[in-house]
C-alpha cells in the first residue's frame, strides 16, 4: 500500500517553462489536496477535489491548474513559471464525508525551484 | 480570511519535560482539529485528531479542545529528542483544512 506518490521529487525550471506534479493515491480517498509551503510556513491550499471530476480553488490558486479525470489522479499544472513559484508542493488525500472528517495522508512533496 | 494561529516558537524544552503547543482558530464552524508533526525536509505526519471538547490522549501526547475559546493544544510528556520538529496545527472547515505556520520544538538532552 502506497498511499500518495508524488513525482517528481525534485525539479528546476526556468522561467516561463511549464510542467505538471503528478499525484497519485491507492487508499480510494474522494478527497484530494494541493497545497504549498514556503520556508517557515505553512501549508497553503492551491486547489482541492471531493471527486472524479469535481475540482475547486483554495487560498492560492493563482499561476495553477488541476484537473481529476480518475479518482486516484490529481495532477497540478504550472503554466509560464515564475519565481514567485518556488517552494514545496505537498499532495494530500482523504476519505470519509465532509462532517467529522478524517485527516490527510500527505505524499512526500516535490521541491520546485524556478529560476 | 480564515485564522489559524501559532506560536512560531522556537520552544526549546529538557529533555523529560513538558511541551506545550498552543493553537487558535478564528471560525467557530470548525468542525475537526489536528495536529502534525514535521520533521525539516519531509512531510507533515499525523499526530492527533480531536473532535469534541475535552482532552484525547494517545501515549505521550494529549490534545485538548475548547470550542468556546476556539483554542486547540497539544501536550507532549516526557518529552524526547526525537520530537525536535515543527509541530502544525490543522483545523478542518467545510472542505477545506487550513494551517497555523508551525511551533518548532527542541528537546535539549
Known amino acids: 500500500n502506497a498511499g500518495v506518490t508524488q513525482t517528481p521529487k525534485f525539479r528546476i525550471l526556468k522561467i516561463g517553462q511549464s510542467m505538471t506534479l503528478q499525484c497519485t493515491q491507492d487508499?480510494?480517498?474522494?478527497?484530494m489536496y494541493w497545497y504549498r509551503q514556503d520556508p517557515g510556513m505553512g501549508l497553503k491550499l492551491i486547489y482541492y477535489?471531493?471527486?472524479?471530476?469535481?475540482?475547486d480553488k483554495g487560498e492560492v490558486p493563482n499561476g495553477y491548474n488541476v484537473s481529476r479525470s480518475t479518482t486516484e489522479d490529481f495532477p497540478l499544472r504550472l503554466e509560464l513559471a515564475a519565481p514567485s513559484q518556488t517552494s514545496v508542493y505537498f499532495c494530500?488525500?482523504?476519505?470519509?464525508?465532509?462532517?467529522?472528517?478524517?485527516?490527510?495522508?500527505f505524499g512526500d512533496g516535490t521541491r520546485l525551484s524556478i529560476l | 480570511q480564515k485564522e489559524v494561529e501559532q506560536n512560531s516558537g522556537p520552544l526549546s524544552v529538557p529533555e523529560g519535560a513538558i511541551a506545550s503547543l498552543n493553537c487558535t482558530y478564528s471560525?467557530?464552524?470548525?468542525?475537526?482539529f489536528f495536529w502534525y508533526r514535521q520533521y525539516s525536509g519531509k512531510s507533515p505526519e499525523l499526530i492527533m485528531s480531536?473532535?469534541?471538547?475535552g482532552d484525547k490522549e494517545d501515549g505521550r501526547f494529549t490534545a485538548q479542545l475548547n470550542k468556546a475559546s476556539q483554542y486547540v493544544s497539544l501536550l507532549i510528556r516526557d518529552s524526547q529528542p526525537s520530537d525536535s520538529a515543527t509541530y502544525l496545527c490543522?483545523?478542518?472547515?467545510?472542505?477545506?483544512?487550513?494551517f497555523g505556520t508551525g511551533t518548532s520544538l527542541t528537546v535539549i538532552p
Open positions: 494530500a488525500s482523504r476519505g470519509g464525508q465532509v462532517i467529522g472528517g478524517q485527516p490527510q495522508h
Open positions: 480531536i473532535y469534541s471538547n
Open positions: 471560525d467557530r464552524v470548525s468542525q475537526s
Open positions: 490543522a483545523v478542518h472547515t467545510g472542505n477545506q483544512f487550513y
Open positions: 477535489s471531493v471527486g472524479a471530476g469535481i475540482t
Open positions: 487508499m480510494n480517498h474522494n478527497y
